[in-house]
């Protein structure tokens, strides 16, 4: 007859043993917002895994297994909303110029740098070639520019009816409408990211000749992550996850063919 401490003991035994072949915890779940904002993100609603976006969540995932990052599809008008009511946890590739003053939020620099910059028809029909002081005024000049987005000569205001008002600018959600109007003369300047741009050259080697890219930049793109302040990781935690990511030189590998620059981080 077993004595109850030699039954309690192979109780005990039984439940480490079945303590040891459980799965280790769930990992936390992080919803990023994913708004069309290529080359970073490139449709996300048509579940379209293209872009430099999904390349990060991959390698942040592959990195770390205490959390799972996953995008959730949104759009540049919509995120402020799907951040404030907790549908997604973190906005990517922001700054905090960008509507985010008065919303509630952790940053974490990224240490990514891109540009703004001017693109025009280098030589129309008919005329002279442009130069690089045709960038200087833009006054009386047709722009193109994408809807939603926060341009610094506008002092970052991106109400259509403002930029319509103030810049003869026409609106569209295509950097690829953009610049075709400038080549077909429709439009006198586009406004595109770098990163885009170098991508748009690529694509189009035959008309990389007929553009003129601007030695003035409208802005310089910081980018950041804002995190909201319940969001499952905290801040500290993704910049290491970023730090790790820039360290074992995936950051580079991701984002330098885009001519995204990786830059110090402060402490």
């Known amino acids: 007859m077993s004595s109850p401490i030699r039954t309690a003991s192979r109780f005990l035994l039984a439940a480490l043993a079945a ?9 936390q779940l992080v919803r990023i ?4 904002f290529p080359p970073y993100t490139v449709r996300p609603e048509t579940g379209a895994d293209t872009g430099l976006l999904p390349q990060l969540v991959a390698a942040l995932n ?3 297994s205490d959390y799972q990052f996953v995008l959730v599809p949104t759009s540049i008008p919509r995120r402020f909303g799907d951040f404030k009511q907790g549908r997604v946890d973190m906005a990517i590739f922001e700054n905090p110029d960008w509507g985010w003053k008065e919303i509630p939020h952790t940053i974490v620099d990224m240490g990514l740098e891109d540009a703004e910059i001017f693109v025009a028809q280098r030589q129309p029909e008919g005329r002279s070639a442009r130069q690089q002081d045709y960038f200087d005024d833009l006054t ?27 810049y003869n600018a026409t609106l569209t959600y295509s950097h690829d409408s953009n610049l075709l109007m400038v080549l077909r003369g429709r ?3 586009a406004l595109v990211t770098r990163s ?9 080697l035959k008309v990389a000749d007929q553009l003129l890219v601007s030695d003035r ?26 730090q790790e990511l820039r360290d074992n030189g995936q950051m ?9 620059a990786v830059v110090p981080v402060p402490h």
């Open 19 to 27: 303590l040891s072949i459980l799965p280790s915890q769930a990992a």
């Open 33 to 36: 917002g994913a708004a069309h």
């Open 62 to 64: 592959a990195l770390q």
């Open 140 to 166: 009386g000049k047709r722009l193109a520019l994408f809807s939603g987005y926060h341009y610094e000569f506008a002092s970052f205001n991106a109400e259509p009816k403002y930029l319509a008002t103030h």
């Open 187 to 189: 439009a006198d300047i």
């Open 196 to 204: 885009y741009l170098s991508d748009y050259f690529l694509r189009n």
């Open 217 to 242: 930049v409208d802005q310089v793109y910081h980018h950041y992550a804002i995190l909201r302040p319940t969001a499952p990781i905290t801040g500290e935690a993704f910049g290491s996850l970023l």
């Open 252 to 260: 580079l590998k991701i984002f330098d063919p885009y001519k995204i």
